[in-house]
């Protein structure tokens, strides 16, 4: 990609990157974009904090804004899989009776938010109880909303509302294939996020839930987590298809074969966002619009190109990888000798420390590392999912093997994912 064809947000990132801030605002300002500044200097600057979505999300949206039904059935496309959202009856409290309503669809930015912070939640502190109170308040407010309002249209209303439709949903997930012989294969999993949740709404708007993930879509949320940087999500929380554009780019870039580039067309994209294909070019403008002023201020390293014709995606860091900006000389440090032989502690606290704390809060939490035993030909990090294992070979093996010399290694140990027991019946 072509730095002519840099879109506005990264041509702002590389003026703060070469000539600092005063270029850059200046830069923005001519573009027509004063507030591209600021969305590129508040992530930029800023360590990248995690946040999680799953990967089924990140690949097939919730709609934008209310459809027209909004009591039907939403289906999402991406290649093989299909994603449907079902809205269920509940019981609900009506004029003083007890009564089966219909919620509807989740629509808007709100529900994307409330679904990140959830599995979030349910990924940092790895537990299925999760207690939207207090700390989903302070988050929200981490968030940009400076104040939770009350009332008919208040903010906390708007969230309850989108938030119980979440809670009142039923997902499928459908996975066809045409085998060569002209046989189709398919498969067939239903996902719930809960059948468990209780909670608590004040007269003045104020509210509160406690949510028990189910056990299945807990464990495969474990291995298909992707991470985001709660600082972008920050910058785009109210922007639906912004949001939708950074999730899906965080999802997919980082899975592109560097020797092979993905191309899309748009009418595939518009299956995607759930575009219906009657207005194309409405939807290309769209779009192209979130990309050039929003995602590609919060994601500098995501390479892709959106012209008029196909969508380019190219091997790109996953939003976690990228380093904040030091606009401040530093003195170099003097040279300190090489550590001696370290013990198996040493490797995973040296290998800590060249990713950043931030990282390996995200991936090393529950890492373990076993030395060689006779016979072995390496040494063993092991951590808690094979989503794990996978993320860190594609993406630290640099920091690894670096790690592994410092600490007098022959060689990187293995990254495993540790084997889950099953409890006997």
């Not at 995200?362 to 996978?390: C, Y």
Request: hydrophobic share 40%.
């Amino acid at each position: 990609m072509t730095s002519g064809k840099r879109p506005l947000g990264q041509q702002v990132h590389a003026v703060l990157v070469g000539e600092g801030q005063g270029a850059a605002r200046l830069h923005a300002n001519q573009l027509g974009q004063p507030d591209l500044f600021e969305r590129v200097q508040a992530v930029a600057l800023e360590e990248p904090t995690p946040s999680f979505l799953h990967s089924a999300l990140c690949a097939m949206s919730l709609p934008v804004r209310k459809p027209a039904d909004d009591k039907a059935s939403i289906i999402r496309q991406d290649g093989q899989y299909t994603l449907a959202i079902t809205p269920r009856p509940v019981l609900q409290r009506i004029d003083g009776q007890q009564r089966m309503a219909i919620l509807g669809v989740p629509y808007g930015s709100l529900p994307r938010l409330v679904l990140i912070h959830i599995m979030t939640e349910a990924v940092r502190t790895r537990s299925r109880h999760i207690v939207l109170g207090t700390s989903f308040t302070d988050w929200m407010r981490r968030m940009g909303f400076r104040s939770i309002s009350y009332g008919p249209r208040g903010s906390a209303t708007l969230i309850r509302e989108q938030l119980d439709r979440l809670l009142a949903c039923e997902w499928m997930i459908r996975w066809d294939s045409e085998a060569a012989a002209g046989n189709r294969e398919f498969a067939v999993k239903e996902v719930k996020l809960t059948n468990d949740y209780a909670g608590r709404d004040d007269k003045r708007g104020a509210f509160s839930r406690e949510i028990i993930l189910t056990e299945g879509f807990f464990d495969h949320l474990r291995d298909h987590a992707v991470p985001l940087d709660e600082n972008a999500i920050r910058q785009l929380r109210d922007s639906a298809t912004a949001l939708d554009l950074y999730t899906w780019l965080a999802y997919r870039l980082p899975r592109i074969a560097k020797a092979r580039p993905s191309l899309l067309s748009w009418s595939q994209l518009a299956v995607h966002f759930g575009n219906d294909g009657n207005n194309i070019r409405k939807f290309r403008q769209t779009i192209r619009d979130a990309w050039e002023r929003h995602v590609s201020a919060v994601y500098p390293e995501a390479r892709a190109e959106f012209d008029t014709t196909a969508i380019r995606l190219f091997a790109s860091p996953a939003p976690l990888q990228r380093r904040p900006l030091r606009l401040v000389s530093v003195a170099p440090k003097p040279d300190v000798p090489s550590p001696a032989p370290a013990t198996p502690r040493s490797l995973l606290e040296t290998f800590k420390e060249a990713i950043g704390e931030t990282l390996a809060r995200a991936w090393l939490s529950d890492a373990t590392f076993e030395s060689r035993q006779a016979g072995d030909e390496n040494s063993s990090l092991i951590v808690g999912s094979r989503f794990k294992a996978d993320y860190i070979r594609q993406n630290f093996g640099p920091q690894l093997e670096r790690a592994a010399r410092d600490c007098g290694l022959e060689r990187a140990p293995v990254v495993i994912a540790r084997v889950r027991t099953t409890p006997q019946a």
